[in-house]
Each structure stands twice: as structure tokens, then as C-alpha cells.
């Protein structure tokens, strides 16, 4: 079946570049779906960061929009999230997702992972 | 704060029905039937129960229907069970974009 696998530092420093993987397994990267990232602050709700097409098209959140970037490795069946000049407000867990291309519908979440922004 | 309003907490007795509303504008929820909703239970992943509005993944218990009319969608889930009990987020397309709600917590009474 689908998996979904965050990996990357669970501390960032203020003003870093936040970097996390996600490995997809059970399905290629490069079928028609968009690959997406979500966080959850802690205690808070939901908030989409941004898309990603296999061909490198990206759609992102108009808020974070000037601090982040998605990229995708299809030889080795990943995308990746880098946010910029991180602040404590960007403390949360992060989540990697797969999201039908037409519905824009997420039928499957990665786990999560926790990304503490401390000195 | 969330581009999408839903109620934070509704709670029903077993058996009972309880509807969840998911309040946007014309720039999201009005312009496109791309509406979903997630089950989440707290250290799971969500779960999908409702896409395009009203339709739902194949698995998904016919319990869950959902509705859309306006700016505003809906998410009824009837014979409420104690495994409904979980918070529940609305997710609209929105022009290039994606916006949730800021979930609603459903407590089984």
C-alpha cells in the first residue's frame, strides 16, 4: 500500500532553512497526483504549505509563499520542503500528503513530524 | 486564523445526527465544488470521508454525507458511534491554492 515517510531535523535554529524528505513508497512519484505538505501547530489546525507536480509545477501557500520551495526527486521517489528564516512560529508538525490531481483530495498523510524552531 | 469557519466543538449523543458547517467565501468554497473533509484522530493521520462535497471514498461508511450550497458546505455524520469522536476539518480549493478550516471537535456524549 501507499506510505508516506517524513525524515529531517526535528531542531531548527531562528532564521534557518528548514529542510524535510518524504519518501513515497507503494506508488511513483511520477503518476498523476500532486505531492503536498501540511503542518499543525501545536494545538492549532491545519495549514497547507504547498504542492508539488512530478514535472517540477508548484502551487504555494500565498503566506508562505516568499519563504519556501518545494522540489521533487523521482529517481529516488521523494519531494522535498525547504521554509526560510524559520521563527518559533513555525513550530509544528509537518506532514507530507499525496493529493488526487482533479478532486484535489489528500487520500494519503505521512505521520508527521515535529520541527521544534529553538535556539 | 483559518480562510474557512467551522463551529470548534459539537456534540452529540449515540444514534443522534450532528452537522458540521464549513463557512467560506466566493474566492474558495462558492467558486469550487473542490471540498473534502478529514477524520482526525490525534496521532493518526487523517482520514478522507468526504471529497468533491459529496462524495465519498470507497470504505467510508455512508454515515458520513456532506453538501454544499453557496459559500457554505456541510458534513453530517448520523448514528453517531463512539469511534466518531475525533476532530473534523473542512478543506476548500481556492484559485491556486488550498485552505482548511480550523476544525471542529466532535464529542460523542
Known amino acids: 500500500q501507499v506510505q508516506l515517510q517524513e525524515s529531517g531535523p526535528g531542531l531548527v535554529k531562528p532564521s534557518q532553512t528548514l529542510s524535510l524528505t518524504c519518501t513515497v513508497s507503494?506508488?511513483?512519484?511520477?503518476?498523476?497526483?500532486?505531492w503536498s505538505w501540511v503542518r499543525q501547530h501545536p494545538g492549532k489546525g491545519l495549514e497547507w504549505i504547498g504542492y508539488?507536480?512530478?514535472?517540477?509545477?508548484?502551487y504555494y501557500n500565498p503566506s508562505l509563499k516568499s519563504r519556501v520551495s518545494l522540489s521533487v526527486d523521482t529517481s529516488k521517489n521523494q519531494f522535498s520542503l525547504k521554509l526560510r528564516s524559520v521563527t518559533a512560529a513555525d513550530t509544528a508538525v509537518y506532514s507530507c500528503?499525496?493529493?488526487?490531481?482533479?478532486?484535489?483530495?489528500?487520500?494519503?498523510w505521512g505521520q508527521g513530524t515535529l520541527v521544534t524552531v529553538s535556539s | 486564523q483559518s480562510a474557512l469557519t467551522q463551529p470548534a466543538s459539537v456534540s452529540g449523543s449515540p444514534g443522534q445526527s450532528i452537522t458540521i458547517s464549513c463557512t467560506g467565501t466566493?474566492?474558495?468554497?462558492?467558486?469550487?465544488?473542490?471540498v473534502s473533509w478529514y477524520q482526525h484522530h490525534p496521532g493518526k493521520a487523517p482520514k478522507l470521508i468526504i471529497y468533491?462535497?459529496?462524495k465519498r471514498p470507497s470504505g467510508v461508511s455512508d454515515r458520513f454525507s456532506g453538501s454544499r450550497s453557496g459559500n457554505t458546505a456541510s458534513l453530517t455524520v448520523s448514528g453517531l458511534q463512539a469511534e466518531d469522536e475525533a476532530d473534523y476539518y473542512c478543506c476548500s480549493y481556492a484559485t491556486r491554492s488550498i485552505v482548511f478550516g480550523g476544525g471542529t471537535k466532535v464529542t460523542v456524549l
Open positions: 468533491e462535497a459529496n
Open positions: 500528503a499525496r493529493v488526487w490531481f482533479r478532486e484535489l483530495a489528500i487520500d494519503y
Open positions: 466566493s474566492s474558495n468554497v462558492g467558486s469550487y465544488n473542490l
Open positions: 508539488i507536480y512530478h514535472s517540477g509545477s508548484t
Open positions: 507503494g506508488a511513483s512519484i511520477s503518476s498523476n497526483y500532486y
